[in-house]
């Protein structure tokens, strides 16, 4: 069913953000007190999973130059990283 509109509000102009500047007021900084400070304890499997994903973000995050670098460290990630890439690039060939 179709209805006709009978009264219509018009619309409020819009002004440009850019037109004239409002200012804000920042909320103060809250302030904690000695006594209202939170601590976390992680039991030792999350500490280690933790460790685990930290060092992964690290490995990841590496640059071929630390890679060839630890490498020839004797690091054996990164020795197999390095025969891989090696072995990627005769592929690629």
Known sequence: MVSAINAATPAQPVTPASAAPTETKKPAPKQQSSGDTDTVHLS?????????????????TETPA?????????????????ARETQAAKIAK
């Open 44 to 60: 030792s499997t999350a500490q280690a999973q933790l460790s685990v994903f930290q060092a992964a973000v690290q490995e990841a």
């Open 66 to 82: 630390q890679t060839a670098k630890e490498a020839s460290g004797g690091d054996p990630q990164a020795q197999r990283l390095l």
